[in-house]
């Protein structure tokens, strides 16, 4: 009988490339993937060590899944793995413990998939990571229209509340003829959008003597109906070239996911961030600058050690001055061997979720508001293929999230969509073509 395995992906959007990956292994070995509520004879869990809640809901999903097969073979692997893989043995019902490294070997240091009476722990030490790249990409739900693909993995920069680079190394990059390579094999399966992900995206290409801009020009002048997208990128490697370039480039979405955590000097300065308050500002206006409709999302953390009432504030205004379109709102979580676990004048619990919480509200206003200011445009929309209650949904270049009425027709296609409405989380408006993209650019 084929044997069953269900894979469940915590963090970023990295994590769910890399899950896919793991995904594709398993096939090849004759198993039926299915979802993580259904039975399963294996279960893979890709875990993140951003905040405890991921660390806590790894322990909770281990669990679900032994009540549904108690006698389930349980994988645990990514970065809480890496850096706690005791911990995780110590899980009961945890078979094997993988490292970053690792979760890529699972035929090949497994056996086989039944349970033993003690935990296995593959964990190579981070150091060695620095030299590995393992290839990876996803889709949503295979719906042939958005893939993630890893083009960099691990970070050189030493921000004091994180622990990625203890679990994922140093900054390096996937060879640039083979992110070509592998570029050209996902629009030939029919990917519309490639969103390219990493650690740390804009930093790619330093062993290769590249960077992310040039890394661009040559992925738009690849054949194809097609358009990329940056996951996110650092305000200090967003170049005026990467802005000028996409402002020119059909092929490059109008939309940029730019971190801030803070908008107080003193706290961003203790966070130990490469940017000051005002870079952070001169990026936004420049963008909006030379791209009046381009979508820009903010991630902020709340809570960090030291930071007062005041200045929580100063973010807050800081944020709702800038013309922004959401924000991704973290609350401080005390990691282990970070610089910041060890500073002062912890935020209490209960006023860290009272800032997320106006944070998020903001976030609100301003999607609100960037939506509204979508009425009347034409948006280019890449809808997927999901029929829900006669609808059909979509994402436009500059991230904005547009419902239609469910048309066949334009699944996994590039359509003309003129908003006349907003209604809550999403644009509503009148289809006016399917348009094909240029096949390719010369910039």
Do not use: W
């Amino acid at each position: 009988m084929q044997k069953k395995v269900a894979l469940h992906t915590l963090g970023c959007k990295l994590n769910f490339s890399e899950t896919s990956t793991i995904g594709k292994e398993f096939l090849l070995k004759g198993f039926e993937i299915v979802d993580f509520k259904d039975k399963a004879d294996v279960y893979v869990f890709n875990t993140c060590t951003v905040t405890q809640n991921a660390e806590r809901e790894c322990r909770q999903l281990v669990r679900r899944a032994l009540r549904s097969n108690p006698q389930a073979y349980v994988i645990v692997t990514g970065c809480y793995a890496q850096l706690r893989p005791e911990q995780i043995a110590a899980i009961e019902g945890v078979d094997a413990v993988l490292g970053s490294s690792e979760k890529f070997k699972i035929f090949s240091l497994l056996d086989d998939f039944e349970k033993k009476e003690l935990s296995c722990i593959y964990v190579s030490p981070t150091e060695e990571l620095n030299n590995q790249f393992g290839l990876a990409s996803s889709s949503d739900a295979d719906s042939r229209t958005r893939a993630y693909f890893k083009i960099q993995d691990g970070c050189d920069y030493k921000c004091s509340f994180c622990t990625i680079p203890l679990a994922r190394g140093l900054s390096r990059s996937m060879n640039p003829d083979l992110v070509v390579s592998e570029f050209k094999n996902l629009i030939g399966q029919g990917y519309k959008e490639v969103i390219l992900t990493g650690v740390n995206v804009g930093d790619y290409g330093k062993s290769f003597d590249i960077d992310l801009f040039k890394l661009l020009l040559k992925l738009i002048n690849v054949d194809g109906d097609f358009r990329i997208r940056i996951s996110s990128i650092e305000p200090n490697l967003l170049t005026d070239e990467i802005i000028e370039l996409t402002a020119k480039s059909e092929k490059l979405c109008n939309h940029f996911h730019i971190p801030l955590q803070s908008g107080n000097p003193a706290i961003l300065k203790a966070m130990q961030r490469r940017y000051k308050v005002e870079d952070y500002h001169r990026i936004i206006h420049k963008v909006k600058g030379i791209i009046p409709d381009a979508g820009i999302g903010v991630d902020v953390i709340v809570g960090f050690p030291g930071e007062t009432e005041e200045n929580f504030l100063e973010t807050y205004d800081f944020l709702s001055d800038l013309p922004i379109s959401y924000l991704h709102v973290f609350t401080y979580s005390e990691r282990p061997d970070t610089k910041a676990i060890a500073l002062p004048d912890k935020v209490d619990n209960s006023e860290r979720k009272r800032r997320n919480s106006m944070l998020r509200i903001l976030s609100e206003k301003k999607r609100n508001l960037f939506y509204n200011e979508m009425i009347g445009k034409d948006l280019k929309v890449l809808f997927e293929s999901e029929n829900i209650d006669g609808m059909i949904k979509g994402f436009s270049s500059n991230y904005v999230r547009v419902e239609n009425k469910f048309n066949p027709n334009i699944i996994n296609e590039f359509s003309i969509v003129n908003v006349t409405k907003v209604n809550e989380v999403l644009c509503e408006g009148n289809l006016k073509e399917i348009k094909k993209s240029v096949a390719s650019e010369i910039v």
